[in-house]
């Protein structure tokens, strides 16, 4: 560290006397004493304004001057320069916090596994067995799939593929039940004896109460106006069915085993197109009997007939439903393909099965009523080998 000392005129006249005027010109020492004087009143200012003046490069014995050179050879050493480097962080103490207490409800998550929009919203991509593996986890669960039955009506509209809800007497989940328990046909009821196998075609809608039954897929499709039913069959190979009861039909083919004969050795078989209303299996007057086919109609072909043919359409969407069904290519197979084929659309189904050749085919048409003066509740089209 250094000291300054405040030299007054005097003692800078004795100073340059002492000094050996041999070695010393005479503008050497005019331009020493303007430097002490310089000097001199820096310091002077700097003491009246109370700060610090930065200490001479050099004083007689040249002290000054050593440090400045060795400043300048610390600037030119690769160390990293003190102002540059990084600054040390005290780090504080400890301090409590102040912000407001946090209690265990705070961190409690929100979510219920209870909330029952929710799972109302997961049951809609569930099929029946898994609804019924949900109710049965608890109570909780059993009241809220079992007793809903919007989440039954949704599920049979969307697995029965059906775009338009219509009104049902019954609950939803026993027609979902009655639709999808897998062994529910028309004949698991009634002459089990003469069932082989089935087939589920799909659902359908009937909403006009006046369907056309027809056993020719051919272009363009004759629809009969008057006459009975065995002349409108002569006549364009079909016939009109009235007072059928609007709503979700679902349709079945059926193989049976003939029909004409009761002999074990047998081997004829009857293809049936089977279409009934949803809730058919859900009225007493079905399950006990009481509600039989009756026979409307039969028409015999007797000559080689190319292929066994029946269709139901809804006479008011006859125009769209016809467009697709007729269109024979597009669904029935190679000319080779001897396996029944069947064709939904929204209103109407209808099934193709390629034969083999024959004399002949015999078509019954049947239709049951829900009581005596009841709408028609199911149709089945038959054809039989001559």
Not at 250 to 257: E, G, K, M, W
Not at 281 to 302: D, P, V
Not at 358 to 369: F, L, R, S, W
């Amino acid at each position: 560290m250094y000291t300054l000392s405040l030299r007054t005129d005097s003692e800078l006249k004795q100073t340059f006397e002492s000094l050996p005027l041999n070695k010393l010109s005479t503008s050497e020492i005019v331009s020493e004493q303007e430097t002490m004087k310089t000097r001199s009143s820096d310091v002077q200012v700097a003491a009246n304004r109370g700060g610090k003046r930065k200490a001479p490069e050099g004083d007689e014995h040249g002290r000054g001057k050593r440090r400045s050179v060795k400043s300048d050879e610390q600037k030119s050493s690769p160390q990293i320069d003190r102002r540059l480097a990084p600054k040390r962080t005290i780090l504080r103490g400890i301090h409590g916090c102040v912000s407001p207490r946090c209690s265990a409800s705070t961190h409690r998550s929100s979510f219920s596994w209870y909330e029952q929009d929710a799972w109302t919203y997961i049951s809609r991509f569930l099929d029946g067995k898994s609804l019924v593996m949900l109710g049965a986890t608890s109570k909780w669960f059993n009241k809220m799939v079992m007793e809903d039955d919007a989440i039954w009506r949704f599920a049979c509209l969307r697995d029965l593929r059906v775009p338009k809800l219509y009104p049902a007497s019954s609950s939803w989940i026993k027609i979902y039940a009655s639709a999808f328990d897998g062994r529910s046909h028309s004949y698991l009821f009634h002459q089990q004896e003469k069932h082989i196998d089935w087939m589920r075609i799909g659902a359908f809608t009937l909403d006009s109460g006046v369907s056309l039954l027809t056993e020719k897929l051919s272009s363009p499709l004759r629809v009969p106006r008057e006459g009975t039913i065995e002349r409108m069959l002569e006549s364009s190979g079909g016939c009109i069915v009235k007072d059928i009861k609007s709503g979700i039909w679902i349709a079945d083919l059926q193989l049976v085993r003939c029909p004409v004969c009761d002999l074990s050795t047998c081997d004829g078989t009857m293809q049936t197109l089977d279409a009934r209303h949803v809730e058919l299996f859900l009225n007493e007057g079905y399950k006990n009997g009481t509600w039989e086919y009756n026979l409307i109609a039969s028409h015999k072909l007797q000559k080689d007939a190319v292929a066994a043919c029946g269709a139901i359409f809804d006479l008011k969407h006859l125009k769209s439903s016809s467009s697709g069904i007729l269109n024979l290519k597009s669904w029935t197979g190679a000319p080779d393909d001897s396996q029944p084929k069947a064709m939904i659309a929204p209103h109407a189904v209808a099934l193709h099965t390629r034969l083999q050749e024959n004399e002949g085919i015999i078509v019954k048409y049947q239709t049951m009523k829900a009581g005596t003066d009841g709408d028609i509740v199911s149709i089945r089209i038959s054809q039989q080998l001559l």
